[in-house]
Each structure stands twice: as structure tokens, then as C-alpha cells.
Nanobody
Framework: QVQLVESGGGSVEAGGSLRLSCAAS????????MGWFRQAPGKEREFVAG????????????AYADSVKDRFTISRDDAKNTVYLQMNSLKPEDTATYYC??????????????????????WGQGTQVTVSS
């Protein structure tokens, strides 16, 4: 059974930092493009960051939403089978539930294009991030 378990969410003041983790079981994250999406109350789910399959020539590196570029960093530790989202300089508008996704058929950049409605292979249950002003 495949599971993606997010952790690391919480409450932080504006300007602070959090690091989200997505621990996978049942799959090897090295064989999947991994990404983060978020959904704020009353808003649609949106792409945050994506990273392609490890070692993929067509990876094109990581992709980020414009709203988080230069503040958030996605990374993967294949040995720990975990993907991370380092979030710095957090803003109140970053408040949302953050979801981890895994897919074997897209790149990290493609996630930014196809968005949350694509039928990704696996989704996590989400972790809440609250940023106060």
C-alpha cells in the first residue's frame, strides 16, 4: 500500500520558516516526480513546487509557483525516501493545507502546467500551515 505522509506544518509568524516533509512508503520517491500543492480556505488547490524523477535528463530542475519563488525550496532525499519543502519568509497568504503528490508520468515543471486537476498517481493527506501577521 502506497502512502505519502506529510509533516512539519504548524503555526508561525510572518517572516518565519517551516520545513515540510513528505515521507513515502510503498514507492521509491527517486522513481517519481514529486510535488507540493496547497489549498487555502475557500480557494482552489494550487501548484507550489515540483521536482522531477531523480537523474532525469528532461527534468529541467525544480519548478515553483511565482508566488513562492525565491522563498521556497523543494528537495528530495532518496535514501530517506522523503521529499521536503523548505519555506522561508512566510507570509499570511501562505496559510493553507499543503499536500504532497507523486507521479511517474510527469516532470516537476509539468506539474506547474497541468495543475492540481491532473490525475496524479498518489496524494498525501495534507498538513496545515498557518502564518500570522
Amino acid at each position: 500500500q502506497v502512502q505519502l505522509v506529510e509533516s512539519g506544518g504548524g503555526s508561525v509568524e510572518a517572516g518565519g520558516s517551516l520545513r515540510l516533509s513528505c515521507a513515502a512508503s510503498g514507492i521509491s520517491v527517486s522513481s517519481f516526480a514529486m510535488g507540493w500543492f496547497r489549498q487555502a480556505p475557500g480557494k482552489e488547490r494550487e501548484f507550489v513546487a515540483g521536482i522531477s524523477i531523480s537523474g532525469s535528463r528532461s527534468s529541467g530542475g525544480a519548478a515553483y509557483a511565482d508566488s513562492v519563488k525565491d522563498r521556497f525550496t523543494i528537495s528530495r532525499d532518496d535514501a530517506k525516501n522523503t521529499v521536503y519543502l523548505q519555506m522561508n519568509s512566510l507570509k499570511p497568504e501562505d496559510t493553507a493545507t499543503y499536500y504532497c503528490v507523486a507521479d511517474s508520468g510527469v516532470t516537476g515543471h509539468a506539474m506547474s502546467v497541468v495543475g492540481p486537476d491532473y490525475e496524479y498517481d498518489y496524494w498525501g493527506q495534507g498538513t496545515q500551515v498557518t502564518v500570522s501577521s
